[in-house]
Structure formats: C-alpha cells, structure tokens
C-alpha cells in the first residue's frame, strides 16, 4: 500500500478505533538534519516501521521517501512532470489545483542517495485537523501487477469494483473530551454496502453534531475534481487516495466560511435540512477538455519521460511565495475550511482513455456523502 504525501497518513495499531489526547506528544528525536516523523498520518508507511515513510521538515513541509523502483521513480516524475515551470498545459495546470504543492526532490547530506518528495503539508493551517484517507477507483492494482498481486489486492477489500473507494483511515476531533478518535485500515475494509454511510459519517460527526458545512464544502470539492476527471483522457489512476482535511474546531469564524463562498450561509457546525435544495446551484460546472503535450510519452513498466527536479533548491523561491500567500489569505474571511486533495501516484500511467473506475469511485462517494446530508 502506497503512502500518503500531503499529511494524514499513520498505520495505526490492530484496533479498530483508538482514542488519544490533543495535548502535544513529548519532543520527538530529531531524524536527517531536524526533520521528525510526521506525527498525524491516519494511513500508509510509517517512518522507523516500514522500509519508507514520511518525514515533517523543519521548514513545515513534508518529505515522503521514494518507493523502490518503479513506484518511486513513477511518482517522482509524475510530480514534475505536473509542476514543470516550461508547460502551459491547461490539463496540468488545472490538476494542480487538486494536488499538494511539489517543491522538488530533497536529501540528506548524510545519505545523498535517500531521496524525498518534498510536498506541502496540507493540514499545516489548522489548528485541530480531522483527516480522513480514501482510495478512489476500482481497482487497487495496477495493469503491470502480477497475479499474485492482484489477488491480494482483492482479499484485502473484495467489494473495491462494487463500491468503488475504500477508506484507509480517519482522525476526527471531538469537541467535548478535546481528543481525536482515530480509525485504521480494518475499520474501513470492514464497511460494506449496508453501512458505507454509517461509517462514512463518523469522518463528520464530531461528539456534539454532525458537521454538515464539512460535508458540504467536501462535495464541492470532489465535484471539482470529477470535473477535471470528465474531462481528461490521458492519465488512469490506480491505488490513488483523497485526502480530505477540515478544521475540528467548531466556530463561526472557519466553519462558516466555504459555504458563505458557495452561497450558502447556515450558522457554523448547526444542522441545516435545506442545506441540500441549495447544492444544486454549485454544481454548474463546466467540463475543461485536456489538450495533450509532449509529456505522452513513457518509459517501460509506465515511468515518464520527464526531467528530473533538482534536490528542492530550485523549489525554494516558489516555497516562499507560498508562505506569503498562505499568510495574506490567512487574514482573510474567504478562507476555505476544508481541503481535498488528490494523493499517491506511484500507479499512475498514460492512457488515451477516461479514467472510468475513478469516475465511478468518484460518482459513488458523492453519492454517500449526499445521503448522510440528507439525513
């Protein structure tokens, strides 16, 4: 199983749900010139456990250690290869969008040879983040995975092709005791068809009411990136997750703010039934078709012909740009409470086809997260 890149991704114990403290965990020892283990994963390789895993850099970004080959590699250029500086691809340009920012690749001066994808840490704004991960598409292995592999892959969650996503793990606040409640991979393998929605809801329930401005600015942003889906006939994802963030702390002030954009203005964190009648006003998306460049191309086994990035010293000014961006609209009314991001592209692979069992993951999870909101 691939690790998460953007925050959210720690292999739990064999428990299906823990409950742990917000209070801060003592001082972590210091790994690779100050970096630490990121300490809120809720899926994925975890440093110091697995072979890879994630690192929290000290400048707030994330390093996720590249896989052996091809994955790594494959990942590694799929990165730059949407993050390239010399293309005007509108396809690529939109994806960005629906990705964690890429500051290239980084290493330690005592191991030159570990590389790591240095990434944004989505959840870094929020002060209590509830993190969910959720594998997209209906198929978990890709089209070069050997039999053994793919049979694997199946026992692990027999009904991915029926539902279409699984979720890997949640952390999710609760208000009243001021701690998180987690829940690993056996929880979610463990959802069927008859309690997807259940234990869906768990990721927007926070021990006082179900948070329905979370579960609304959500659906708009996977409806953003069904559209970009609809519309894109290049790339076929595999073993790919959403990672979905929303600040736990319940006040007007966060809450209250995507859907104030999206013209719908309920009181923060307050159950709203009409909520729905007025979902249909966002959802006018247009399709953007995805011209195709040069970037076609691939290798064997599906690594891309792509240039590789240099060891995160080119990313450096485009890293403070983002800094100062994050701190002007931080100050601002209009920012967005809940993020969405698309993560995991170890399997991803050029296609001239759209990417149909993503599509219908997609279309599915949508069509849970509508009924726990009209419920």
């Known amino acids: 199983m691939d690790s998460s890149v953007a925050v959210g991704r720690l292999e739990l114990a064999r428990p299906l749900m823990t409950r742990g403290s917000c209070l801060p965990e003592g001082a972590q020892s210091a790994h690779l010139n100050g970096c630490v283990p990121l300490s809120h994963q809720v899926a994925g390789h975890k440093y110091g456990v697995d072979k890879v895993g994630i690192l929290q850099h000290p400048d707030g970004t994330v390093l996720k250690q590249l896989q052996p080959p091809p994955r790594g590699p494959r990942e590694m250029q799929f990165y730059s290869m949407v993050y390239a500086d010399d293309h005007c691809d509108p396809c690529l340009v939109d994806l960005q969008a629906h990705l964690p920012k890429y500051y290239g690749t980084w290493s330690s001066p005592d191991a030159p040879t570990d590389l790591y994808l240095k990434l944004e840490d989505v959840t870094r704004r929020f002060q209590k983040p509830c993190i969910m991960d959720v594998k997209i598409g209906q198929r978990s292995y890709d089209p070069f995975a050997s039999q053994e592999k793919r049979e694997q892959q199946i026992r692990k969650y027999p009904l991915m092709e029926e539902i279409g996503f699984l979720v890997l793990g949640m952390r999710v606040y ?155 609209e931080a100050g601002r009314e209009t920012v967005s409470d809940v993020e969405v991001k698309m993560i995991d592209f170890a399997h991803v692979f050029p296609s001239d086809v759209p990417d149909q069992g993503y599509i219908y993951g997609l279309k599915n999870l949508l069509k849970v997260l509508h009924q726990i909101l009209e419920e």
């Open 174 to 328: 609760k208000v009243g005791s001021d701690s998180f409640d987690t829940y690993d991979q056996h929880y979610g393998r463990g959802l069927v068809k008859d309690t997807i929605k259940e234990g869906l809801s768990k990721f927007f329930y926070n021990g006082d009411i179900l948070r329905n401005d979370a579960i609304t600015a959500s659906i708009l942003k996977v409806q953003k990136i069904l559209q970009w889906f609809e519309g894109q006939s290049r790339f076929n994802f595999y073993a790919s997750s959403l990672l979905f963030v929303y600040e736990g702390v319940c006040a007007p002030s966060l809450s209250s703010q995507t859907l104030r954009e999206s013209q719908i203005a309920p009181e923060a964190c307050e159950q709203n039934n009409n909520i729905n009648q007025s979902l249909s006003t966002m959802y006018s998306l247009h399709k953007k078709g995805c011209v195709r460049s040069h970037y076609q191309s691939k290798q064997d086994n599906g690594v891309w012909s792509s240039s590789q990035q240099p060891n995160g010293n080119r990313s450096l000014a485009r890293l403070e740009e983002d800094r100062m961006e994050t701190k002007s």
